[in-house]
């Protein structure tokens, strides 16, 4: 009897866990819920819009520290474990969002849309000023960034963009991840292999910086009749899977001489495999390996020559994200909806230490 | 060997006979994942002898591949195996002591830097150490099955919740990347072997279970606490004892997996590290056909089991299904070993077998 409800339960973790991926479950069921406390939210708010600008004209952050009436700032955010540009982004947030500085920082985090929806009902009840979001998922937010825009919670998009309406959030300040996979690709176009044979491994499907990394790399394809993949596969982020893949594609002996990985993890996997395989890599070897996020360790692969490409994603949001809530403060409105940051691509012939310090994270 | 003697009794007599094997289903279920491959492909057989990058020879193909993941996995079968026949039920949290004792073994080699040019401390040093933090982790779990009564997998919720957690903690969540190439042979291969190294760390721990087994009372204990936990008592053992230290083994077996996993890219991903590794190794024992109730255990077969598991993720791979998607696959087999094992469905086939019997005992009288 035992026996069979724990198998049960273990199948469905199984299938669940399986399940999760895509994300973007509706809820609206618990939508309700979220618009008892809207009428208290909103109360506060505008008060706080009344008495921010004053505070403003003489050392806003010491001041408002010192009166105890710190802006309440909700953050969602990925597991800071995720990756090396995680922990820059969420040490780059816990760093300006201080108290000092006049915030009352929250922080939830979560790699799962479902569990991150459930944070932001949760910080629109306990009322915060604030949300800030980097999503999951692209898709499932429009419910409750309605229920946060009725309790007069204003949303900020930081990292990821979602699918939904742009009068549910402020402004959103984003890499542009088809910007950088069109970056990426373009370098490696301009290698001028007489054939690309390419294992792409990508991210956690259905993220922002998965869809763009890939939809570079997949539009050129689809154009070229030189251009293959000999395995496109999911490592989620995950440096062991990424391994796996690779190390199936060498154990079938398909040949190929680009590794595309869309992050340096995953990167550092899929050469962990091809050191054990004894297949060469790097700068003028047998195989080009691709990696994104600039991690410190990732850029001195590329001076060493080991890897030859990445890709620069720019953690440090935090300081737009003042910017645009200063203003709002302020009484104002942002000037752009939409924030891009500038991004570059490292080639490893052409990487200094200069490049290393400043934009490895 | 009996087979003359058998054949009276029918083709049917016999074949009910290996089906209640205990290790006929792994093996089964092996033969039919090699099987399915020779149709599908024979390349999947094919080893053969190269060179890395380090210039030191090995040997590739699938099966090694089989045999290098699937070695971590037949550790923690190991102490999944003990500590579902002492408690009646399983842990849950070795993923997270798996990044927690990795973590700790990084935290020893690199000391307050986290990208040492030399090693702070020996590797020995570092492995014993995370030996003890997963045992005492281990006997937190088991303190709480055993003491506390709270049913397994809800006391190692506790663990599998916050180890990840612990275990970017112990770092200061900062990523440390060993240089030292020493350290790789753990995960990789030592210079002039061409076996991939985690199989011997695995042999090594299998001759010592199977020593430990055949010398001490540790079998008859376990399957008697698990059998029945008040008559074992009766009888002068100390179930609670046995539990706990059926956890403990398993932590011993979680720092050597740990150590595997740190060594394979000489660095940590704290919240990817071993995921989902619980699932497979639970699947291990109930696809070695042990009661997942507690009780008798045959540790061969979970063993088995562990390759076969690694055998049918290996060959999913293979077949570029998503890697996403894994689990769906691992749950059908699941679903399947447990409807096989449910006593309605064992009664329906020693029914039929009976009938069948019957059959051809009248059809030799007639």
């Known amino acids: 009897m035992f026996k069979k409800k724990l198998a049960v339960l273990l199948a469905a973790t199984m299938v669940v866990a399986s399940v999760v991926g895509c994300g973007g479950a509706s809820q609206e069921a618990a939508a309700p819920a979220a618009d008892a406390p809207a009428a208290e939210a909103e109360a506060p708010a505008a008060e706080e819009e009344a008495e921010a600008p004053a505070a403003e004209e003489e050392a806003p952050a010491a001041d408002a520290a010192a009166s105890g009436d710190l802006i309440k700032v909700g953050i969602i955010n990925n597991d ?14 816990k760093e300006t969002f201080t108290e000092e500085n006049g915030f009352d920082a929250s922080f939830a985090y979560s790699l799962k849309n479902d569990e991150q929806i459930a944070a932001a009902q949760k910080f629109i009840q306990d009322g915060v000023d604030y949300l800030l979001l ?36 402020e402004a959103s300040i984003v890499s542009d991840m088809d910007a950088e996979g069109q970056t990426a690709v373009d370098w490696l176009a301009s290698q001028g292999l007489d054939e690309y044979n390419i294992i792409h491994i990508q991210g956690v499907m259905g993220s922002a910086a998965q869809q763009g990394r890939t939809g570079a790399l997949d539009k050129m394809v689809a154009e070229n009749d030189n251009w293959n993949l000999v395995t496109q596969q999911t490592a989620e982020w995950n440096a062991e899977k990424a391994q796996q893949i690779v190390q199936s594609v060498i154990d079938a002996g398909t040949p190929f001489n680009v590794i595309y990985a869309e992050n340096d993890d995953m990167a550092k996997g899929a050469v962990a495999a091809l050191d054990a395989a004894g297949i060469s890599h790097g700068v003028d070897k047998d195989v080009i390996i691709m990696g994104f996020d600039t991690n410190k360790w990732a850029l001195e692969e590329l001076q060493k020559g080991n890897w030859n490409y990445d890709g620069q994603c720019n953690p440090f949001q935090a300081s737009y994200i003042k910017d645009i ?29 200069e490049d290393v310090d400043t934009y490895g994270i | 060997m009996q087979t003359t003697g058998k054949k009276k009794l029918g083709v049917s007599g016999l074949l009910g006979k290996l089906v209640r094997q205990q290790m006929f ?22 080893v053969s002898l190269g060179y890395n ?15 290098d993941y699937g070695s971590e996995l037949a550790i923690l079968a190991i102490g999944m195996t003990l500590v579902t026949a002492a408690s009646g039920g399983q842990d849950i949290s070795v993923g997270a002591a798996i990044a927690i004792s990795g973590s700790v073994i990084l935290r020893v080699l690199c000391g307050r830097d986290s990208r040492p040019e030399t090693l702070q401390a020996p590797i020995i040093v570092a492995f014993l150490v995370a030996c003890v933090v997963a045992m005492l982790f281990g006997a937190f779990n088991g303190a709480l099955v055993a003491y506390f009564r709270i049913q397994p997998m809800v006391a190692t919720l506790i663990l599998y919740t916050a180890g990840r957690s612990i275990a970017a903690w112990i770092n200061n969540n900062e990523l440390p ?34 020593i430990v087994l055949r010398m001490t009372n540790l079998r008859l204990y376990t399957q008697a606490v698990g059998i029945n936990e008040s008559s074992s008592r009766l009888n002068g053992l100390n179930p609670e004892l046995i539990k706990v230290l059926s956890f403990v083994i398993l932590g011993l077996c979680v720092a050597v997996a740990g150590l595997i996993k740190v060594s394979r890219l000489s660095t940590i991903n704290y919240s990817v590290v071993a995921k989902d590794i619980e699932m497979d190794a639970i699947l291990a024992v109930a696809l070695g056909g042990n009661p997942l109730g507690g009780g008798k255990f045959n540790m061969t077969a979970s063993i088995i089991g562990a390759y076969v598991i690694q055998f049918l993720t290996t060959t999913l791979y293979k077949l570029n299904v998503q890697s996403d998607a894994l689990p769906a696959y691992k749950a059908v087999v699941v679903i399947v070993l447990v409807v096989l094992s449910a006593p309605t469905v064992k009664d329906y086939f020693a029914g039929l077998g009976k009938k069948l019997k019957s059959q051809s005992m009248s059809k030799e009288v007639g």
Do not use: H
């Open chain 1, 80 to 93: 800071p474990n995720e990756s090396g540009y995680r922990t820059a982004n969420d040490k780059d947030m």
């Open chain 1, 134 to 169: 980097s999503a999951a998922d692209t898709a499932g937010w429009d419910s409750v960034l309605k229920d946060a825009q009725d309790a007069g919670v204003r949303v900020i998009l930081f990292d990821r963009t979602i699918d939904a309406d742009e009068s549910l959030y």
């Open chain 1, 325 to 353: 809530i200063e203003t709002i403060q302020g009484g104002g409105t942002p000037s752009e909806k939409v924030v891009i940051m500038q991004e570059k691509g490292f080639d490893a012939k052409e990487i200094t230490q």
């Open chain 2, 25 to 46: 289903i792994p093996l089964a279920a092996l033969l039919l994942l090699a099987l399915f491959n020779l149709i599908v492909d024979p390349g999947f057989f094919q």
């Open chain 2, 53 to 67: 990058n380090a210039g030191n020879p090995v040997l590739s193909g699938y099966l090694i591949t089989i045999l």
């Open chain 2, 177 to 210: 990347i060993i240089s030292e190439p020493s350290f790789a042979y753990f995960g990789g291969y030592i210079p002039g072997i061409p076996v991939p190294t985690p199989f011997f760390l695995a042999l090594i721990c299998m001759i010592i279970i199977a």
